[in-house]
């Protein structure tokens, strides 16, 4: 509370008036009429304004100081000062000048690509694995048509006929596998069955369900459980659309390169550094997924799948040299048998849902 300045009473208001406005100082501030309370806080008023004032001048000086630096900054960039830290050499370096775009759009490019694979984010159920897939099974399939078409004619007189044995064969393991599957979006594919007179030992499956099988890789699966640890693995690919899940990996490398070469100026070297740190890692990591689920498709097919590693093993022991082009895309022996045992417990449990039962018939052989 503002104690009341002398000469505010009502009754000394006509005195004050007649005797003219009092000027001088009252209780610290500057009085320019004792009789108006108003002017009172006034006058206290231009006290504040005063200190503001001040302020602001002060500010303003050291503003306009800022301002002429940042002018001189701005017009004279590549005028060299000795002021700087090492010598300017970094206010001036190539980075320095781009880094703000470079951060700018990596940083946008960035958050555009993180929604978009996190709106496109499914789930593999065998393995409850998630990862980015942005094409429908449809158009998954739509792709592989025409590479299928053109297998179907350079192979055109090399495809054994229907009733063969070697393709009755591959169509009643691969039909077993797949009805067993418990995976309706397997069961409801347009299977094709194919074997290829081939010395190569090569076999996949293409989305759409197509198969190949080269007559070059028979003797190496020996029999029946060989078939199906073979054909078990290629249909785990198709279980978990690596093909489409590749395909939109494609597009996160392309950009990371593209991200890499632009960014740092390494050029040609950017797509050896994604290959090397993300392409191959990625598919070492399908093809484990693959060995897995044809691990679980085994067991509820009722093949032994524990001869599974024996088969792999088997297949990798090779003499040097001889290991065919299939294999060597495929995982290292050691890593893939442990994969393979440490899924064991899971496939075993499969293998108990299923009821299998022990088999009277012997399984078939090749050669
Ligand atoms: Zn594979």
Not at 38 to 56: A, E, K, Q, V
Not at 225 to 244: F, K
Request: glycine share 8%; with cysteine; net charge positive.
């Amino acid at each position: 509370m503002t104690p009341p300045v002398q000469g505010t009473k009502r009754s000394d208001v006509g005195k004050k008036e007649k005797s003219g406005p009092q000027i001088g100082w009252q209780q610290g501030v500057l009085i320019t009429s004792a009789d108006d309370k108003h002017h009172h806080l006034y006058s206290d008023r231009i006290d504040m304004n005063w200190g503001s004032r001040f302020h602001r001048f002060y500010q303003s000086t050291n503003r306009s100081h800022s301002q002429s630096q940042f002018r001189r900054g701005f017009f004279n960039r590549s005028k060299p000062t000795d002021d700087r830290p090492f010598g300017g050499a970094f206010e001036d370096s190539w980075l320095r000048r781009n880094g703000f775009s470079i951060a700018k759009w990596g940083g946008g490019l960035a958050v555009l690509f993180g929604a978009y694979y996190v709106y496109h984010l499914e789930k593999v159920e065998v393995t409850g694995r998630w990862r980015m897939i942005d094409l429908s099974r449809e158009q998954e399939i739509k792709l592989s048509e025409k590479p299928y078409q053109q297998i179907l004619v350079q192979y055109k007189d090399k495809i054994l006929p229907p009733n063969h044995r070697d393709v009755l064969a591959v169509k009643k393991v691969g039909k077993k596998i797949i009805d067993s599957s418990n995976i309706p979006e397997l069961q409801q594919l347009d299977w094709e069955w194919n074997v290829i007179k081939s010395e190569e030992p090569n076999a996949f499956v293409l989305p759409g369900g197509k198969v190949c099988v080269f007559t070059g890789i028979l003797p190496l699966m020996k029999d029946e459980v060989g078939m199906a640890t073979v054909l078990s693995h290629e249909i785990g690919h198709i279980v978990a659309r690596h093909t489409a899940e590749g395909l939109g990996y494609n597009k996160f490398t392309w950009f990371v390169t593209v991200f890499i070469a632009s960014a740092l100026h390494v050029g040609l070297l950017a797509p050896t550094v994604t290959g090397l740190a993300l392409t191959l890692p990625f598919s070492r990591k399908r093809e484990h997924e693959a060995d897995v689920i044809g691990l679980v498709l085994m067991a509820r097919a009722c093949y032994d799948f524990k001869r599974a590693p024996e088969i792999w093993k088997r297949f990798s022991e090779r003499p040097k040299g001889e290991v065919p082009k299939y294999f060597s895309t495929h995982p290292p022996h050691k890593d893939r048998i442990h994969m393979l045992e440490m899924s064991m417990p899971r496939a075993v449990a499969e293998a108990e849902k299923s009821h299998c039962q022990p088999k009277n018939s012997p399984p078939f052989t090749f050669y």
